[in-house]
Protein backbone atom coordinates (compact mmCIF):
# COMPACT_ATOMS: atom_id res chain seq x y z
CA UNK A 1 0.00 0.00 0.00
CA UNK A 2 1.05 3.27 -0.59
CA UNK A 3 2.13 5.69 2.16
CA UNK A 4 -0.27 7.74 4.04
CA UNK A 5 -0.43 11.12 3.14
CA UNK A 6 0.30 13.74 6.04
CA UNK A 7 -3.02 16.36 6.63
CA UNK A 8 -0.93 18.84 8.37
CA UNK A 9 0.54 21.11 6.39
CA UNK A 10 -1.84 21.08 3.07
CA UNK A 11 -3.18 23.70 2.30
CA UNK A 12 -7.28 24.16 1.21
CA UNK A 13 -6.72 23.39 -1.97
CA UNK A 14 -4.08 20.18 -1.20
CA UNK A 15 -6.63 19.22 0.82
CA UNK A 16 -9.53 18.96 -1.27
CA UNK A 17 -7.47 17.37 -3.91
CA UNK A 18 -6.64 14.71 -1.87
CA UNK A 19 -10.27 14.40 -0.77
CA UNK A 20 -11.12 14.04 -4.52
CA UNK A 21 -8.23 11.86 -4.69
CA UNK A 22 -9.69 9.14 -2.58
CA UNK A 23 -13.16 9.51 -4.30
CA UNK A 24 -14.48 11.88 -1.81
CA UNK A 25 -16.86 15.42 -2.55
CA UNK A 26 -14.65 18.54 -2.85
CA UNK A 27 -16.79 20.14 -0.07
CA UNK A 28 -15.76 17.29 2.81
CA UNK A 29 -12.42 19.52 2.72
CA UNK A 30 -14.05 22.62 4.55
CA UNK A 31 -14.94 19.96 7.30
CA UNK A 32 -11.54 18.16 7.78
CA UNK A 33 -10.03 21.54 7.99
CA UNK A 34 -11.79 22.44 10.29
CA UNK A 35 -11.42 19.32 12.55
CA UNK A 36 -7.62 19.71 11.60
CA UNK A 37 -7.41 23.35 12.29
CA UNK A 38 -10.39 24.70 14.65
CA UNK A 39 -11.06 21.86 16.90
CA UNK A 40 -7.14 20.49 17.03
CA UNK A 41 -8.58 17.17 16.49
CA UNK A 42 -5.81 14.25 15.90
CA UNK A 43 -7.88 11.67 16.05
CA UNK A 44 -10.39 10.43 12.80
CA UNK A 45 -13.04 8.52 15.28
CA UNK A 46 -13.76 11.75 17.10
CA UNK A 47 -14.58 13.63 13.77
CA UNK A 48 -18.21 12.86 14.43
CA UNK A 49 -20.05 14.90 11.61
CA UNK A 50 -18.51 12.79 9.37
CA UNK A 51 -19.84 9.06 8.61
CA UNK A 52 -18.46 5.90 9.93
CA UNK A 53 -17.67 4.71 6.04
CA UNK A 54 -15.28 8.15 5.71
CA UNK A 55 -13.57 7.97 9.17
CA UNK A 56 -12.29 4.31 8.05
CA UNK A 57 -11.31 5.75 4.58
CA UNK A 58 -9.25 8.70 6.32
CA UNK A 59 -7.72 6.07 8.70
CA UNK A 60 -6.49 3.98 5.45
CA UNK A 61 -5.02 6.56 3.53
CA UNK A 62 -3.97 9.70 5.87
CA UNK A 63 -2.32 10.67 9.03
CA UNK A 64 -2.09 13.63 11.23
CA UNK A 65 1.06 13.98 12.69
CA UNK A 66 2.52 16.16 15.84
CA UNK A 67 5.67 16.30 16.36
CA UNK A 68 7.04 14.42 19.43
CA UNK A 69 7.85 16.38 22.88
CA UNK A 70 11.04 14.99 24.04
CA UNK A 71 11.61 17.49 26.85
CA UNK A 72 9.41 20.67 28.20
CA UNK A 73 10.67 22.93 30.87
CA UNK A 74 8.32 25.52 32.63
CA UNK A 75 10.81 28.17 34.22
CA UNK A 76 9.50 30.11 37.02
CA UNK A 77 8.45 33.21 35.43
CA UNK A 78 5.73 30.68 33.52
CA UNK A 79 8.39 30.64 30.16
CA UNK A 80 7.59 27.39 28.73
CA UNK A 81 10.19 25.56 26.33
CA UNK A 82 9.92 22.47 24.31
CA UNK A 83 12.41 20.28 22.71
CA UNK A 84 10.76 18.73 19.37
CA UNK A 85 11.45 15.73 17.60
CA UNK A 86 10.15 14.91 13.99
CA UNK A 87 9.83 12.24 12.39
CA UNK A 88 13.23 11.95 11.22
CA UNK A 89 14.47 12.08 14.59
CA UNK A 90 15.37 15.93 14.03
CA UNK A 91 15.00 18.60 16.67
CA UNK A 92 13.75 21.74 17.12
CA UNK A 93 12.90 24.32 20.21
CA UNK A 94 9.49 26.23 20.76
CA UNK A 95 9.53 28.63 23.85
CA UNK A 96 6.37 30.14 25.05
CA UNK A 97 6.64 33.73 26.68
CA UNK A 98 3.75 34.47 28.86
CA UNK A 99 2.33 38.26 29.46
CA UNK A 100 -0.20 39.25 31.95
CA UNK A 101 -3.32 37.54 29.96
CA UNK A 102 -1.71 36.80 26.59
CA UNK A 103 1.62 35.75 25.29
CA UNK A 104 4.01 34.84 22.27
CA UNK A 105 5.26 31.19 21.01
CA UNK A 106 8.22 31.38 19.30
CA UNK A 107 8.59 29.00 16.19
CA UNK A 108 11.52 27.58 14.47
CA UNK A 109 12.08 27.53 10.71
CA UNK A 110 14.73 25.36 10.08
CA UNK A 111 17.14 22.88 11.83
CA UNK A 112 20.47 24.90 12.69
CA UNK A 113 20.97 27.80 10.91
CA UNK A 114 23.31 28.85 7.74
CA UNK A 115 23.25 32.58 9.09
CA UNK A 116 26.30 31.57 11.45
CA UNK A 117 25.74 35.25 13.54
CA UNK A 118 28.39 35.29 16.17
CA UNK A 119 25.87 36.12 18.89
CA UNK A 120 23.66 33.47 18.25
CA UNK A 121 23.96 29.73 20.34
CA UNK A 122 22.23 28.47 16.80
CA UNK A 123 23.96 30.35 14.68
CA UNK A 124 26.89 28.10 15.71
CA UNK A 125 24.99 24.65 14.80
CA UNK A 126 25.17 24.22 11.33
CA UNK A 127 22.33 24.18 9.27
CA UNK A 128 21.20 20.72 8.36
CA UNK A 129 17.60 21.12 7.03
CA UNK A 130 14.39 23.19 6.24
CA UNK A 131 11.42 22.43 8.25
CA UNK A 132 7.91 21.29 6.04
CA UNK A 133 5.14 23.30 6.22
CA UNK A 134 3.52 20.90 8.47
CA UNK A 135 6.45 20.91 10.91
CA UNK A 136 6.23 24.55 11.17
CA UNK A 137 2.49 24.80 11.65
CA UNK A 138 2.40 21.59 14.03
CA UNK A 139 4.71 23.31 16.42
CA UNK A 140 2.11 25.73 16.90
CA UNK A 141 -0.79 22.92 16.92
CA UNK A 142 1.54 21.07 19.91
CA UNK A 143 1.66 24.70 22.26
CA UNK A 144 -2.19 24.57 21.72
CA UNK A 145 -2.67 20.96 23.26
CA UNK A 146 -0.11 21.96 25.70
CA UNK A 147 -2.33 25.13 26.91
CA UNK A 148 -5.90 23.15 25.78
CA UNK A 149 -6.39 26.13 23.46
CA UNK A 150 -8.69 24.01 20.75
CA UNK A 151 -11.54 24.72 19.62
CA UNK A 152 -9.87 27.49 18.57
CA UNK A 153 -10.89 30.36 21.32
CA UNK A 154 -12.07 33.88 20.51
CA UNK A 155 -9.77 36.63 19.75
CA UNK A 156 -9.85 37.88 23.43
CA UNK A 157 -9.80 34.37 25.25
CA UNK A 158 -6.64 33.44 23.66
CA UNK A 159 -3.70 32.63 25.82
CA UNK A 160 -1.50 31.95 22.75
CA UNK A 161 -1.99 35.08 21.21
CA UNK A 162 0.51 35.65 18.94
CA UNK A 163 3.19 34.18 17.18
CA UNK A 164 6.38 35.01 16.44
CA UNK A 165 8.68 33.50 14.32
CA UNK A 166 11.90 33.84 15.80
CA UNK A 167 13.31 30.44 16.54
CA UNK A 168 15.98 28.36 15.61
CA UNK A 169 17.03 29.02 11.36
CA UNK A 170 16.36 32.12 9.00
CA UNK A 171 12.92 31.99 7.84
CA UNK A 172 14.05 33.47 4.50
CA UNK A 173 15.79 30.57 3.64
CA UNK A 174 12.40 28.92 4.12
CA UNK A 175 10.29 30.84 2.40
CA UNK A 176 7.97 28.98 0.57
CA UNK A 177 7.37 26.94 3.70
CA UNK A 178 6.98 29.65 5.74
CA UNK A 179 4.44 30.92 3.57
CA UNK A 180 2.17 28.12 3.38
CA UNK A 181 2.78 27.65 7.43
CA UNK A 182 1.97 31.29 8.15
CA UNK A 183 -1.36 31.18 5.88
CA UNK A 184 -2.45 27.96 7.29
CA UNK A 185 -2.10 29.59 10.85
CA UNK A 186 -3.60 32.59 10.00
CA UNK A 187 -6.49 31.28 8.02
CA UNK A 188 -9.85 32.53 9.65
CA UNK A 189 -11.57 29.08 9.70
CA UNK A 190 -8.73 27.35 11.11
CA UNK A 191 -6.71 28.30 13.66
CA UNK A 192 -7.13 31.88 12.96
CA UNK A 193 -4.29 33.85 14.36
CA UNK A 194 -4.79 37.33 12.85
CA UNK A 195 -1.84 38.34 10.45
CA UNK A 196 -1.53 41.39 12.96
CA UNK A 197 -0.50 39.50 15.63
CA UNK A 198 2.30 37.38 13.49
CA UNK A 199 5.67 38.71 13.34
CA UNK A 200 8.53 37.11 10.96
CA UNK A 201 12.03 37.41 12.38
CA UNK A 202 14.64 37.89 9.72
CA UNK A 203 18.31 38.92 9.68
CA UNK A 204 17.68 40.84 6.50
CA UNK A 205 17.50 38.55 3.61
CA UNK A 206 17.32 41.39 1.53
CA UNK A 207 15.68 40.45 -2.22
CA UNK A 208 12.87 38.12 -0.40
CA UNK A 209 11.34 40.40 2.57
CA UNK A 210 9.15 42.61 0.05
CA UNK A 211 7.51 39.45 -1.33
CA UNK A 212 7.73 37.49 1.82
CA UNK A 213 5.63 39.83 3.88
CA UNK A 214 3.40 40.49 1.04
CA UNK A 215 2.69 36.86 0.60
CA UNK A 216 1.53 36.46 4.22
CA UNK A 217 0.40 39.96 5.58
CA UNK A 218 2.45 39.06 8.28
CA UNK A 219 4.67 41.50 10.44
CA UNK A 220 7.71 42.01 9.83
CA UNK A 221 11.01 42.66 12.12
CA UNK A 222 14.53 42.42 11.31
CA UNK A 223 17.82 41.71 13.50
CA UNK A 224 19.90 44.93 12.90
CA UNK A 225 22.39 44.50 16.15
CA UNK A 226 24.47 47.15 14.68
CA UNK A 227 24.41 50.41 13.43
CA UNK A 228 27.00 50.79 10.37
CA UNK A 229 28.03 47.62 8.08
CA UNK A 230 31.82 47.18 9.17
CA UNK A 231 30.34 46.45 12.78
CA UNK A 232 27.55 44.26 11.60
CA UNK A 233 29.60 42.53 9.39
CA UNK A 234 31.87 41.40 12.09
CA UNK A 235 28.90 40.09 14.28
CA UNK A 236 26.75 39.08 11.46
CA UNK A 237 28.42 37.86 8.24
CA UNK A 238 25.55 37.61 6.41
CA UNK A 239 26.02 41.84 6.09
CA UNK A 240 28.77 40.93 3.76
CA UNK A 241 26.12 39.37 0.89
CA UNK A 242 23.36 41.60 2.01
CA UNK A 243 24.25 45.35 3.09
CA UNK A 244 22.93 47.54 5.86
CA UNK A 245 21.94 49.82 2.66
CA UNK A 246 20.20 46.77 0.71
CA UNK A 247 18.17 45.60 4.08
CA UNK A 248 17.17 49.23 4.72
CA UNK A 249 15.66 49.83 1.10
CA UNK A 250 13.60 46.96 1.33
CA UNK A 251 11.88 48.11 4.46
CA UNK A 252 11.46 51.10 3.20
CA UNK A 253 9.65 49.43 -0.44
CA UNK A 254 7.54 47.34 2.61
CA UNK A 255 6.80 50.31 4.01
CA UNK A 256 5.70 52.52 1.23
CA UNK A 257 2.99 49.82 0.45
CA UNK A 258 1.08 50.43 3.46
CA UNK A 259 1.12 53.30 5.65
CA UNK A 260 0.22 51.15 8.64
CA UNK A 261 3.01 48.94 8.44
CA UNK A 262 5.34 49.42 11.48
CA UNK A 263 8.67 47.50 11.99
CA UNK A 264 10.77 46.31 14.96
CA UNK A 265 14.38 46.15 14.59
CA UNK A 266 15.88 43.73 17.00
CA UNK A 267 19.37 45.18 18.53
CA UNK A 268 20.80 42.90 20.99
CA UNK A 269 23.70 44.46 23.40
CA UNK A 270 26.60 43.52 23.17
CA UNK A 271 29.06 44.80 25.81
CA UNK A 272 31.53 47.14 24.09
CA UNK A 273 30.52 46.04 21.11
CA UNK A 274 27.63 48.29 19.81
CA UNK A 275 26.46 49.44 23.02
CA UNK A 276 27.73 53.01 22.93
CA UNK A 277 25.71 56.39 22.53
CA UNK A 278 27.94 56.94 18.69
CA UNK A 279 25.43 53.57 18.25
CA UNK A 280 22.62 54.95 19.01
CA UNK A 281 23.12 58.37 17.40
CA UNK A 282 23.94 56.19 14.14
CA UNK A 283 20.78 54.03 14.22
CA UNK A 284 18.64 57.31 14.55
CA UNK A 285 20.64 58.94 11.81
CA UNK A 286 19.85 55.44 10.00
CA UNK A 287 16.06 55.63 10.56
CA UNK A 288 16.16 59.30 9.67
CA UNK A 289 17.98 58.65 6.00
CA UNK A 290 15.65 55.80 5.15
CA UNK A 291 12.37 57.60 7.02
CA UNK A 292 11.21 54.82 8.14
CA UNK A 293 8.87 54.19 10.89
CA UNK A 294 10.13 52.12 13.41
CA UNK A 295 10.75 50.88 17.46
CA UNK A 296 13.35 48.87 18.83
CA UNK A 297 13.70 46.06 20.59
CA UNK A 298 16.91 46.27 23.09
CA UNK A 299 17.35 42.59 24.47
CA UNK A 300 20.18 41.83 26.60
CA UNK A 301 22.45 39.53 25.84
CA UNK A 302 21.75 36.10 27.48
CA UNK A 303 25.51 34.61 27.25
CA UNK A 304 25.82 30.82 26.77
CA UNK A 305 28.81 28.69 27.04
CA UNK A 306 31.41 29.02 24.71
CA UNK A 307 29.86 32.87 23.46
CA UNK A 308 32.98 35.23 22.84
CA UNK A 309 30.18 37.96 24.04
CA UNK A 310 29.36 39.36 27.51
CA UNK A 311 26.09 41.07 28.02
CA UNK A 312 26.20 45.39 28.66
CA UNK A 313 25.38 46.58 32.12
CA UNK A 314 22.02 47.81 33.56
CA UNK A 315 23.07 51.37 32.89
CA UNK A 316 24.63 51.00 29.43
CA UNK A 317 21.68 49.56 28.17
CA UNK A 318 19.16 51.84 29.87
CA UNK A 319 21.24 54.84 28.47
CA UNK A 320 20.98 53.35 24.78
CA UNK A 321 17.24 52.85 25.15
CA UNK A 322 17.40 56.70 26.53
CA UNK A 323 18.94 57.96 23.50
CA UNK A 324 16.51 56.53 20.64
CA UNK A 325 13.33 57.46 22.95
CA UNK A 326 14.71 60.95 23.62
CA UNK A 327 14.61 60.72 19.23
CA UNK A 328 10.74 59.41 19.30
CA UNK A 329 11.72 55.84 18.77
CA UNK A 330 9.86 53.40 21.03
CA UNK A 331 13.06 51.05 22.29
CA UNK A 332 11.35 48.32 25.00
CA UNK A 333 14.17 46.62 27.17
CA UNK A 334 13.09 43.68 26.86
CA UNK A 335 13.19 41.55 29.85
CA UNK A 336 15.07 38.56 29.93
CA UNK A 337 12.79 35.78 30.57
CA UNK A 338 13.20 32.03 30.87
CA UNK A 339 16.65 32.51 32.84
CA UNK A 340 16.35 29.17 34.54
CA UNK A 341 15.62 27.04 31.58
CA UNK A 342 18.24 28.22 29.39
CA UNK A 343 15.60 30.33 26.91
CA UNK A 344 18.50 32.01 24.60
CA UNK A 345 18.16 30.69 21.17
CA UNK A 346 19.47 27.27 20.56
CA UNK A 347 20.46 26.40 24.22
CA UNK A 348 17.96 23.67 24.94
CA UNK A 349 19.00 21.69 21.76
CA UNK A 350 22.57 21.69 22.35
CA UNK A 351 22.05 20.65 26.14
CA UNK A 352 20.08 17.38 24.87
CA UNK A 353 22.54 16.56 22.12
CA UNK A 354 22.25 13.02 21.23
S1 LIG B 1 20.16 34.83 15.04
FE1 LIG B 1 18.70 33.79 13.70
S2 LIG B 1 19.62 34.08 11.65
FE2 LIG B 1 21.27 34.48 13.11
S3 LIG B 1 22.29 32.47 13.33
FE3 LIG B 1 20.72 32.65 14.97
S4 LIG B 1 18.93 31.58 14.13
FE4 LIG B 1 20.29 32.08 12.40
Not at 58 to 84: A, M, Y
Not at 326 to 353: E, H
Request: charged content about 25%; aromatic content about 8%; hydrophobic content about 40%.
Amino acid sequence: MADKTELIGLDKDELQKALTAIGEKPFRAKQLWQWLYYFGETDFDKMTNLSKNLRQKLKENFTITRPKIITEQLSSDKTRKWLLEFADGERVEMVYIPEEDRGAVCISTQVGCAVGCKFCHTGSQKLTRNLSAAEIVSQFMVARDTYGEWPSPTQETRYLSNIVVMGMGEPLHNRENVIKALNIITDGDGIAISRRRVTLSTSGIAPHIVSTLQATGVRLAVSLHAPNDNLRSTIMPINRRYSIDEVLSACREYQAGDGSRYITFEYLLLDGINDSAECAQQLIALMKKYGLRASFNLIPFNPWPGSAFKPSSNSKVRAFAKILADAGFAAPIRVARGQDILAACGQLKSANKQ
